[in-house]
């Protein structure tokens, strides 16, 4: 039976609406910082690792695409591997994405306030800092607990919006690019690589939520992948652009402008109106990723309360009067601000990174295991070239956790053993209740 009788919803989107979803999601604060980070550690050659990254998002947005065809509950990352392996690792795979996204938007909201601090410089005091971040995460929790209206209202910002001063830029900067700046002195070293893949990926995390609409798609065997080449097609093409233009206009000063290297290349080519326009459309972009992460993370800790996969029902709660999942956003939104107050940009976004990572590592081999549980049906998307693409897939994605510091494994490690007691204890008192 075709989705479109078993859920009522009508397949109206096409190759390209689903690609401009794809794009819209990926495309969000990171790139506004990151190229400075990455020309800090590849210096001109830092094409290759956006080339990389690219290519993995790729395979794993078709990991992706194949799972999803076959579980059709919600829940997305998790419930594909919860499908495959069990109630343990769906566990995992749904706390790891919820601290990916913690970790995300603490990053975020620290380039934020560095940004904010370019321009008004008394927020650069750390006790200004702090005071801001409170504002800011507290000011979004209380906007989102008052009501779901007046959150959804700050989260349309629109693909347009977030584009164009970046397409702009791209376009009228080639006048000052100076190619001698692009020339590769030395190749980079494998370590540079590693690291410069692994904290360059946060900036193409997060396609995957492109491919929800899963039962609004059209022709979904025909349109998805079709979607998934367009859409990582264009958002590689334009961080190539973007990594090009601001290394070849600023060169060695590019990794000394850290906070807002976007807008720096803009000062050049179109003076301080250019800075000021790049500067606030970053901090547009980077507010409306806040606003959308503390809208509908929240309510994924509800559902996963619901649900019982987190043993805290009172995460489940919902406020008498404003009808939202008010603890929930409370508690998502101060996890946010105290992270963002301990930790900096580049230090949060390799956290975020590995969190997402392991998951998608777990989606990847979720694939491998579905296909052997269960018999492809009519409407199932099936990736070609056999088990390729996954294994492909999560080879890569081992290789980009193995550039994390020691510090950064030990913690990961400790995190793991931490949910995996947690998880048992949890098993093991459900048990003795139901005995009794």
Same mark, same amino acid.
């Given at each position: #039976?075709? =989705?479109?009788?078993? +859920? ?24 506004? /910082?990151?190229? &400075? ?19 993995? !998002?790729?395979?794993? #947005?078709?990991?992706?695409?194949? &799972? ?14 919860? +499908? ?12 790891? *994405? ?5 970790? $995300? ?7 934020? /306030? ?9 927020? +650069?005091?750390? /006790? ?12 979004? &929790?209380?906007? =989102? ?11 349309? !910002?629109? +693909? ?12 009228? $900067? ?62 590689? !093409? ?18 000394? =402008? ?9 000062? !050049? ?16 972009? #980077?507010?409306? #990723? ?15 309360? $619901? ?45 975020? $990174?590995?969190? *997402? ?47 994390? =510091? ?31």
């Amino acid at each position: #039976m075709d =989705n479109l009788k078993e +859920t009522g919803l009508k397949r109206e989107i096409g190759v390209w609406g689903l690609s401009a979803n794809i794009v819209n999601i990926i495309v969000g604060a990171g790139i506004f /910082v990151l190229p &400075a980070i990455v020309a800090e550690i590849m210096g001109s050659s830092g094409i290759i690792v956006y080339l990389f990254c690219g290519f993995l !998002i790729a395979l794993v #947005m078709l990991c992706f695409a194949e &799972a999803g065809s076959k579980v059709t509950r919600s829940g997305g990352a998790y419930a594909y591997v919860e +499908t495959a392996f069990g109630p343990y690792t769906g566990f995992l795979a749904a706390i790891f *994405m919820i601290v990916g996204s913690v970790f $995300s938007d603490a990053a975020v909201a620290n380039a934020l /306030v560095e940004l904010i601090g370019l321009a008004f410089p008394v927020f +650069t005091d750390p /006790v200004n800092r702090f005071l801001l971040l409170f504002v800011l995460f507290s000011g979004l &929790a209380f906007l =989102n607990v008052v009501g779901v209206k007046q959150g959804i209202g700050l989260v349309k !910002i629109n +693909t347009v919006a977030k584009l164009t001063p970046i397409i702009l830029l791209i376009f009228f $900067s080639w006048k000052d690019v100076s190619f001698s700046n692009l020339y590769w002195e030395s190749a980079p070293s494998f370590s540079q690589f590693g690291q410069a893949c692994l904290i360059l990926f946060f900036a193409f995390q997060g396609g995957d939520a492109g491919l929800t609409v899963g039962g609004e798609i059209k022709d979904p065997q025909k349109t998805v992948p079709k979607a998934i080449f367009f859409g990582i097609f264009f958002v590689l !093409i334009l961080y190539v652009l973007i990594q090009t233009v601001s290394q070849g206009v600023l060169g060695d000063q590019l990794s000394e =402008n850290k906070e807002a290297p976007l807008a720096a290349v803009a000062n !050049i080519v179109f003076g301080p109106i250019g800075f000021t326009v790049l500067l606030v459309g970053a901090g547009v972009s #980077m507010f409306g #990723m806040l606003s959308g992460e503390i809208l509908n993370l929240p309510r994924v800790i509800f559902g996963l309360a $619901s649900d019982r996969i987190i043993p805290i029902d009172k995460l489940a709660a919902i406020h008498p009067r404003f009808k939202t999942p008010y603890l929930a956003i409370l508690i998502y939104a101060g996890l946010g601000f105290t992270l963002a107050a301990l930790g900096g940009f580049r230090q949060l976004a390799v956290i975020a $990174s590995a969190s *997402m990572l392991l998951v998608y590592f777990g989606v990847s081999l979720s694939v491998i295991w579905l296909r052997k549980k269960q018999q492809f049906k009519s409407g199932d998307f099936k990736i070609p070239f056999g088990y390729t693409v996954p294994i492909l897939s999560a080879g890569i994605i081992l290789f980009f956790l193995s550039n994390l =510091n020691g510090y950064e494994k030990t913690g990961l490690v400790i995190f793991f053993i931490a949910l995996s007691v947690i998880y048992f204890l949890m098993k093991a008192i459900k048990t003795k209740k139901l005995k009794k």
